[in-house]
């Protein structure tokens, strides 16, 4: 595989969380979404952040860290469409690295180990902590239509569901995989 597309999923509303927890800053007082798109662009050269429409405040932070970023006009509707959006934003990749900006803990290594096996071959590749699947998740470029095609709130999970002898499951000694931040 020659080029794989990071691509950080930073259009959801915090529903759970109670007020835009992406830009919630962290112990350092970095915001959360910057330190996750920072970690997913150490390993993929061109990492793209979906976001909102309403989300110049963000649009600016991530253009001043020129993080490339894409807006998904039906966010509100679900993962899929932002997940779709932003494959659609890179359909010429050989693959994606699918993250989530909720999940700031995630490790390089981690990363790197997943970006590594799509390199390897794997058409789909996640890691596994102590046998429990996280993220990021990735995807090759032979899943590209059924990404295109996602639509409502499942993201990746169908296509994950449906090609279950495709995963290749990265163990990793990173509980970051399974830390999403959902509350204060």
């Known amino acids: 595989m020659k080029q794989i597309v990071g691509i950080l999923l930073a259009a959801g509303s915090s529903r759970r969380f109670g007020a835009d927890k992406r830009l919630q800053p962290l112990v350092d007082g970095t915001p959360m979404v910057l330190v996750s798109a920072r970690r997913l662009a150490e390993i993929c050269r061109r990492t793209i952040v979906v976001i909102r429409p309403d989300d110049a405040a963000l649009a600016k932070l991530l253009a001043a860290e020129r993080i490339e970023t894409v807006v998904c006009e039906q966010a509100a509707q679900g993962m899929g469409h932002s997940l779709s959006r932003g494959v659609a934003a890179s ?38 902590y102590q046998g429990k699947n996280g993220h990021p998740v990735g995807f090759s470029a032979c899943h590209l239509p059924e990404l295109l095609a996602l639509t409502g709130d499942q993201g990746g999970k169908t296509i994950l569901d449906a090609h279950r002898d495709d995963l290749c499951r990265c163990p990793v000694e990173d509980s970051g995989i399974l830390k999403d931040i959902d509350q204060p």
């Open 91 to 128: 359909a010429e990749a050989d693959g994606w690295l699918v993250a989530l900006a909720d999940m700031p803990y995630i490790e390089p290594a981690s990363y790197h180990t997943v970006w590594r096996a799509l390199q390897n071959g794997a058409r789909l590749a996640r890691p596994a």
